[in-house]
């Protein structure tokens, strides 16, 4: 975890790589004293290691001083080898295979404990604008934990056969290999029968399908058997 030595180790190394670039950046010792608390805050929940790769990447790679934000973004590309996937990707992953998480080979155990933590459901069936801001809020958390050296493990679940879910997974499979397009086209088909967001995600991929000129008529519910 950050703590303020830490920041105020980054803030040395920055001032001995950067020298009067360093200086320039602040014109008053308080103007530092608000950095290194920002900073602190900023690099919560951040390993000592991964703080240190990042710094000496920016040694190798900038000129300049980073910008905390510049700097959270070096220790983003630095932690995949945490396994983590950024909250956009992992919201998607986690969307996407909410109508049958336990059969998914999740691409880290943070993504699935916090699609578990929304809700399946409310993944499946609400707006992103209601279920990604608590998404990413859980995942950041998640994240965290896992910066710190936690191990998170998935659940060893009991399979329970759900053939409606699996009958719609095939489906998308057999209907995106017929006709030669991404199964995400047919991402809709996994938001429950009859619902706003499942028709509205419908007409969108339609739309980028006409775009394309491909002539694909994806399926409606009316077009579907039960």
Not at 207 to 226: F, R
Request: aromatic share 10%.
């Amino acid at each position: 975890m950050a703590t303020k030595a830490h920041v105020n180790m980054i803030f040395a190394r920055f001032m001995a790589i950067y020298g009067h670039k360093f200086k320039s950046c602040f014109e008053t010792e308080n103007e530092i004293r608000l950095a290194k608390r920002e900073w602190a805050l900023s690099l919560e929940g951040y390993s000592e290691p991964l703080l240190v790769a990042a710094v000496n990447h920016c040694k190798e790679t900038l000129a300049w001083m980073p910008t905390v934000s510049e700097f959270l973004a070096i220790l983003r590309g630095l932690e995949g080898d945490l396994g983590l996937p950024d909250p956009v990707t992992a919201y998607h992953e986690a969307c996407f295979k909410a109508a049958d998480p336990s059969a998914h080979s999740w691409s880290h155990a943070a993504v699935y404990w916090a699609g578990k933590e929304v809700g399946w459901f409310r993944l499946r069936s609400e707006e992103a604008i209601q279920t990604q801001p608590l998404f990413v809020y859980s995942y950041e958390q998640l994240c965290q934990r896992v910066r710190r050296g936690e191990s998170l493990e998935l659940p060893v679940i009991q399979a329970i056969e759900d053939q409606q879910d699996n009958s719609t997974a095939l489906f998308i499979l057999q209907f995106a290999e017929q006709h030669a397009i991404s199964e995400d086209y047919l991402y809709y088909l996994t938001k429950p029968k009859g619902s706003l967001i499942r028709e509205r995600l419908r007409a969108q991929s339609q739309a980028k399908l006409d775009e394309q000129g491909l002539k694909v008529q994806l399926p409606s519910d009316t077009s579907l058997i039960d």
